[in-house]
């Protein structure tokens, strides 16, 4: 994790959710271990009361549009309609994540054929410009529909809408003494990464997102990085 540290003060002077326009969810510039201010209970009530409203809310509403999604994408490729994605949640409690399939039916395999992108793929667990997205799935990744089906991942109480990102148990040591800080919370939807713009950032930068979000949780900030995400979502689609 030493790269995270040495990325720390170039960050703290860029703003770290900066966008454009220059403001941010959060201004804080300490990052440690332990969590550096830990919210009142009537935080986690509130956020746990509007995760459910909202999420049930979204669910309701976003239905039949999620039926197009699905027929979509089995006419695209015939393959399955859902992505089950292992997750390590809070206190380390294990799920599946769900997301509208954006890959060929054997993408893990098609890695294996390719040495350079397996490589690339396993330095920051993800492709700039991954050849395994279905022509449904570019689509659903630029407006982020792909991500919508956590919803129901939220309304059960295994996600957040707003929290560090998503990650498989294999990322964990990746966090090095970082890990147990992490799993010290619910990952969300959205998050300080997905409104950084700064989408393709290392992997050791990431971890310094999400470290930053935990030490500033506060009602305002998820609120303000809701707010943030809509922006990031209506001018991703065009809107």
């Known amino acids: 994790m030493k790269q995270v540290i040495s990325t720390k003060l170039k960050h703290?002077?860029?703003?770290?959710?900066?966008?454009?326009?220059?403001?941010?969810?959060?201004?804080?510039?300490?990052?440690?271990?332990?969590?550096v201010r830990e919210p009142s209970r009537f935080y986690y009530t509130v956020k746990r009361l509007?995760?459910?409203?909202?999420?049930?809310?979204?669910?309701?509403?976003?239905?039949?549009?999620?039926?197009?999604?699905?027929?979509?994408?089995?006419?695209?490729?015939?393959?399955?309609?859902?992505?089950f994605r292992k997750i390590v949640g809070q206190h380390g409690r294990h799920f599946y994540a769900l997301k509208f399939r954006t890959m060929i039916p054997n993408a893990d395999a098609y890695l294996q054929q390719y040495p350079e992108l397996l490589r690339e793929y396993q330095k920051n667990m993800k492709l700039m410009h991954d050849p395994r997205i279905t022509r449904v799935g570019r689509f659903l990744r630029k407006t982020?529909?792909?991500?919508?089906?956590?919803?129901?991942?939220?309304?059960?109480?295994?996600?957040?809408?707003?929290?560090?990102?998503?990650?498989?148990?294999?990322?964990?040591?990746?966090?090095?003494?970082?890990?147990?800080?992490?799993?010290?919370?619910k990952p969300g939807i959205t998050g300080l990464w997905q409104i950084s713009g700064r989408q393709h950032i290392s992997y050791d930068e990431r971890v310094l997102l999400d470290m930053k979000y935990i030490d500033t949780r506060s009602g305002m900030n998820d609120l303000l990085i809701l707010l943030k995400t809509l922006k990031v979502l209506l001018v991703h689609t065009g809107t």
């Open 12 to 35: 703290e002077e860029e703003g770290l959710v900066s966008n454009s326009g220059g403001d941010s969810a959060c201004n804080i510039s300490a990052l440690s271990t332990p969590i």
């Open 50 to 83: 509007i995760d459910t409203v909202l999420s049930l809310s979204g669910l309701i509403v976003l239905m039949p549009i999620f039926l197009v999604i699905a027929v979509c994408i089995k006419l695209d490729d015939r393959g399955e309609v859902l992505h």
């Open 144 to 185: 982020s529909l792909d991500e919508f089906p956590q919803l129901f991942n939220v309304l059960v109480g295994q996600m957040s809408l707003v929290g560090p990102r998503i990650i498989h148990p294999g990322e964990l040591p990746r966090f090095g003494e970082f890990a147990q800080k992490r799993l010290s919370v």
